[in-house]
């Protein structure tokens, strides 16, 4: 197959060609630390009853950074977006969740700093989730987050907790 439209299209269909319309469930959540650091307001579509697909939006200032191991400088800030695809394995409640992204990081402030430059993270998930079986109802997860940062060396490992509602 010479089209790449072609590909793409059969790609989409094997990925969502099982989805059946009244399970897709998506979920909003808080979660403090994890893949955007400090805290962050999620948004997830659950496709196809395993597949995950996650965008958030997380914000961090000069006085959390320390917590962090990356100081800002004074009045430095930062939104983080962190945007994972993931895979729920196990029961319908309880579920080990794997997953895999990057997160785009945006300084409000020009700096001259290494660290304080903008750009993207790669970062991986690996979890225990607890979700209600009903359409609706209770999300918690509780999460590591290994982020791959270029400017420090390489990897450093976050944890996480999530809570939200799934509907």
């Known amino acids: 197959m010479k089209n790449p439209i072609i590909v793409f299209l059969i790609c989409v269909a094997i990925l969502f060609g099982k989805t059946n319309i009244s399970s897709a469930k998506n979920a909003v959540y808080f979660e403090y630390a994890g893949t955007a650091l400090n805290s962050s307001i999620n948004y997830e579509l659950l496709a196809r009853n395993d597949i995950l697909i996650r965008i958030g939006l997380g914000y961090i200032n000069a006085e959390q950074s320390v917590n962090f ?3 800002f400088s004074e009045n430095q800030e930062a939104s983080l977006v962190p945007i994972t695809i993931g895979k729920l394995i196990g029961q319908k409640q309880h579920n080990l969740e794997l997953g895999a992204g ?7 402030r020009e700096s001259q700093f290494e660290n304080e430059k903008n750009g993207v993270l790669l970062n991986g998930l690996i979890g225990y989730r ?3 079986i ?10 590591l987050s290994p982020i791959y940062q270029p400017i420090d060396e390489g990897f450093k490992v976050y944890t996480g907790i999530s809570i939200g509602y799934l509907f």
């Open 130 to 132: 607890y979700q209600s």
């Open 134 to 143: 009903k359409n609706r109802g209770f999300l918690v997860r509780l999460t």
């Open 102 to 108: 990057f997160i785009i990081k945006y300084f409000h």
């Open 69 to 71: 191991g990356d100081k």
